[in-house]
C-alpha cells in the first residue's frame, strides 16, 4: 500500500509558520517579566501549563489560517502570533534556569526538560532576529504552498502544481516528461536558498543560547538519551533493515532496466533515477507498482477501484439533486461535482474512523467533521500537505486534506487519525505532558492501523474482493508494503543527516545541493540523470525543509509502527504469521493502545514502550520478521545480479539549465 508520511499534528514543536510583511518588532514583554516573587518549581510549571494553554489557541489558529488562507494577511497574523509565542518560551526558558542544579520531583524535572525542546525552531533572545526569522520561516513555507511549474508566457502560459506534478510521475510512463515534471517542482525551492542559510544561522543562535551547541544537537536531544546516543541509535536500526532495502533496490534496477533500457533505466553506479521512481522525492515507490508486481492479478488488492466507484455514487446521487435557483447547467455539474468530492472525502474518513471505534476508541467530535479541510478549495492557495491539529488542547480536532479517491489518500487519512486519537487521549494530561513518547511514536500511532489493513480486513469492509490465499498474493501484498515501508526507511534518515550538517557546519552553504545529492546516493541509491549544481536548492522541494519539521522521526516511527503492531498482535491473542494479523474488532488490543496514547510525554518513552510489550529499545526485527517470505523471494529473484551501488556516480557537480519557476 503507498503511505506517505505526513506531517505531526501541529504541536508547537512542528513550528510551521510565519510571515513576510515588515512590521514593527513584536512586544516582548513577556521575555521580560519577572517571576512571582518565592515561587517553587512546582509552582513555575504549574503556571506555565496555565499560560501555555490559554495560548496556545491562539497560535494554533493563525497558523490554521495561514495553511488555508495563502495571502500576505494571514502569513502576517500568523508571524506575529508565532513571534509571541516564542518570545514567550523564551521567557519561560530564562526563568526555569533558576532552577538548575536543585532537587526536583522526577515530574517537575521531565516538564522542565521538555520545556527546553518544545520547539524545532530555537529564536534568538534579540527580538529583531526573532522577528526575521519568523518571517523567513513563512516566506519559506508560503513558497512552498504556492509553488508551481510554469511553462509559457501570456496566454498560452500554462502552470501545474504540486499535485499535477506528482501524477505526472505517478501514472506517466513517459521518460522525457516525467523528468520535465520532476525538474520543473525542483524549481520552486531555488528562491529559498539565501532564506535557508539565514534561517540555520538564527536558530543555531537561538539553541546555543539554550546551551545547545546547535539546533541540530537540540534537535537530537529530545529522545530520552543523548544526541550522540541517538545517532548511533539510528546508524544501529539502519544496518538491521539496510539488507532488505538493498535487495529491493536491486529488484526495482532491474524492472527499470526492464523498462526504459539499461542506458535509461539506471544512473551510473548503479544508481536509481531520480525522477523514475513515481515520487517527487523518491520515498514511496508504490507508483511503481504496474511494473513492480511481482505476480500480476495475483490476490488482487485494487484499492482504488471501489474508491472509484464510491465517488461515482456520490457524483450521480448529486446530480440527482436540484440545483441552486438559476443556476446554468454548467454551474449545476461543478456543483454537484465539488459537493461529490466532498461527501467521498468524508466517506473515506469515516472508514478510517471505523478502525479506530472498532478498537474502542471514540468517535470523533462534531466539531472535526464540521471544520476540518477534506478536499482543495476552489478559491484560494492551501497547504495540501497533509497534517492533524489540536487546536485547543480540549477537543477541537482537524485534519487538513485535499483528498482525491485513490488508496495513497486512503491510507494517509488512516495515518491522520493516528495523531488525532493520540491527540485526545492525552488531553488529559498537563500541557507540557501533551505530546508523543518521543517524536516518532506520533507519525507511528495511525502507521500501525494501516499495517493492520491486510487483503483480509479490506475485503471486509468491501473494499477488495475476497481474497485467494496462495504463496504469490502474499509476495504481491508484501510487495506493496514494501514499496511504501521498506523505500522510505533510507530517506527517512537522511534528510535529518543533511540538516545536522547544515546546523552543525560541516555542510557550507557553497555545498548545499552536492552535500544534499551525496546523501541520497550513499543512503538511497538513487541520483539525478542530470547535474545538479549550486544554483539549485533541491532539499526545499520537500515540505519538511521549509516547514522546518525535523524528519529523524519518521525514520523511527517506521521501525516504531512494526514493534506497536506485534505488541498488539500478542494483546489481541493472535497466533499466526505476523503479516496476516489484523486486530481489527479487538477490545484487548484496543485497551493497551489506547492507555499507551493517554501517557503523552509524561514518562520516558523506553517506559511507555514497555507497557505497551514492545520492550525497552527501538528494535527493527519485527520489520523483518514481517517482510521475510519478501526478503527470501527478493533473494531468489534477485541471483545472478550485482546488487548494491557506487555512491560516487551522482551528477551533482555542474549546473544545468533550469525550467522557468512559477
Excluded at 526563568?95 to 522542565?112: H, N, W
Excluded at 541509491?525 to 519518521?554: L, M, S
Excluded at 514492545?614 to 534477485?638: C, H, I, R, T
Excluded at 550485482?642 to 549546473?655: F, K
Aim: proline residues 5%; contains cysteine; charged residues 25%.
Amino acid at each position: 500500500m503507498k503511505l506517505r508520511p505526513a506531517l505531526l499534528a501541529l504541536a508547537i514543536a512542528g513550528s510551521l509558520g510565519l510571515a513576510a510583511c515588515k512590521r514593527e518588532p513584536a512586544a516582548t514583554a513577556a521575555a521580560g517579566a519577572a517571576p512571582p516573587a518565592g515561587e517553587t518549581a512546582d509552582q513555575f510549571i504549574a503556571r506555565v501549563n496555565d499560560e501555555y494553554r490559554k495560548s496556545y489557541a491562539e497560535l494554533t489558529s493563525a497558523q490554521w489560517l495561514s495553511n488555508t488562507y495563502i495571502n500576505s494577511d494571514t502569513e502576517m497574523l500568523a508571524a506575529k502570533a508565532n513571534e509571541r509565542w516564542l518570545s514567550q518560551l523564551n521567557g519561560w526558558i530564562e526563568q526555569s534556569k533558576r532552577f538548575d542544579g536543585q532537587k526536583l520531583s522526577p515530574e517537575t524535572a521531565r516538564a522542565i526538560k521538555l520545556l527546553k525542546l518544545m520547539t524545532a525552531m530555537p529564536a534568538p533572545k534579540d527580538p529583531k532576529k526573532l522577528e526575521e526569522l519568523t518571517q523567513i520561516a513563512t516566506r519559506m513555507e508560503g513558497m512552498y504552498g504556492s509553488g508551481s511549474y510554469c511553462k509559457g508566457d501570456g496566454d498560452a502560459k500554462s502552470c501545474r502544481d504540486i499535485g499535477q506534478l506528482s501524477e505526472v510521475l505517478a501514472k506517466s510512463r513517459d521518460y522525457d516528461a516525467q523528468l520535465d515534471a520532476w525538474q520543473g517542482w525542483h524549481t520552486i525551492s531555488q528562491p529559498m536558498r539565501k532564506d535557508y542559510i539565514r534561517f540555520a544561522e538564527l536558530v543555531n543562535e537561538g539553541a546555543r543560547e539554550m546551551g545547545f551547541a546547535d539546533a541540530g544537537e537540540m534537535w537530537r536531544s529530545g529522545y530520552d538519551m543523548s544526541p550522540a546516543e541517538l545517532s548511533a541509535e539510528t546508524d544501529r536500526l539502519w544496518d538491521q533493515v539496510k539488507p532488505l532495502y538493498e535487495q529491493l533496490h536491486c529488484y526495482a534496477r532491474g524492472k527499470l532496466d526492464a523498462k526504459y533500457g539499461k542506458d535509461k533505466g539506471e544512473v551510473a553506479g548503479g544508481m536509481l533515477p531520480a525522477h523514475l521512481m513515481g515520487n517527487l522525492w523518491q520515498q514511496d515507490w508504490g507508483n511503481l507498482w504496474d511494473m513492480m508486481q511481482p505476480y500480476p492479478g495475483a490476490g488482487s488488492l485494487d484499492v482504488n477501484s471501489a474508491l472509484r466507484a464510491i465517488a461515482q455514487q456520490d457524483l450521480t446521487s448529486e446530480r440527482a439533486k436540484p440545483g441552486a435557483p438559476g443556476a446554468s447547467a454548467a454551474q449545476r455539474e461543478v456543483d454537484a461535482e465539488r459537493a461529490a468530492a466532498l461527501a467521498t472525502a468524508k466517506r473515506m474518513t469515516e472508514r478510517a474512523q471505523d478502525f479506530y471505534v472498532s478498537l474502542g476508541m471514540p468517535k470523533l467530535p462534531q466539531s472535526y467533521w464540521e471544520k476540518t479541510q477534506f478536499i482543495k478549495p476552489r478559491d484560494r492557495d492551501v497547504v495540501c500537505h497533509a497534517s492533524a491539529w489540536d487546536m485547543n488542547m480540549a477537543g477541537d480536532v482537524r485534519t487538513k486534506m485535499c483528498i482525491v479517491p485513490n488508496e495513497e489518500e486512503l491510507t494517509t487519512i488512516y495515518h491522520e487519525l493516528g495523531h488525532i486519537y493520540y491527540d485526545l487521549a492525552y488531553n488529559k494530561q498537563p500541557p507540557l505532558f501533551q505530546n508523543a513518547a518521543h517524536d516518532g511514536f506520533h507519525e507511528a500511532i495511525g502507521d500501525t492501523i494501516v499495517l493492520a489493513m491486510t487483503p483480509k480486513y479490506l475485503a471486509s469492509v468491501g473494499l477488495v474482493g475476497e481474497q485467494q490465499q496462495s504463496r504469490e498474493a502474499l509476495i504481491n501484498a508484501q510487495m506493496r508494503m514494501a514499496l511504501a515501508k521498506v523505500a522510505f526507511l533510507p530517506f527517512g534518515l537522511m534528510i535529518d543527516r543533511w540538516r545536522w550538517g547544515v546546523f552543525d557546519g560541516s555542510i557550507k552553504p557553497d555545498n548545499y545541493n552536492k552535500a544534499w545529492w551525496e546523501l541520497k546516493a550513499k543512503y538511497q541509491g538513487v541520483a539525478p540523470v542530470t547535474a545538479r549544481g549550486e544554483d539549485f536548492f533541491d532539499p526545499g522541494a520537500k515540505y519538511h525543509v521549509p516547514g522546518n519539521t525535523p524528519y529523524t522521526r519518521y525514520f523511527l516511527s517506521h521501525v516504531l509502527q512494526f514493534q506497536f503492531y506485534k505488541a498488539l498482535c500478542d494483546a489481541s491473542g493472535y497466533k499466526g504469521p505476523l503479516y496476516e494479523c489484523s486486530f481489527y474488532g479487538n477490545k484487548e488490543a484496543g485497551k493497551k493502545y489506547w492507555a499507551m496514547l493517554s501517557k503523552g510525554a509524561s514518562q520516558p518513552w523506553q517506559a511507555t514502550l514497555k507497557e505497551l510489550g514492545g520492550g525497552e529499545k527501538m528494535d527493527a526485527s519485527a520489520v523483518l520478521e514481517y517482510f521475510a517470505p519478501l526478503q527470501a523471494w527478493l533473494k531468489e529473484q534477485n541471483a545472478g545480479s550485482t546488487c548494491g551501488w557506487n555512491a560516487a556516480g551522482a551528477a551533482v557537480a555542474a549546473p544545468a539549465p533550469a525550467p522557468k519557476a512559477g
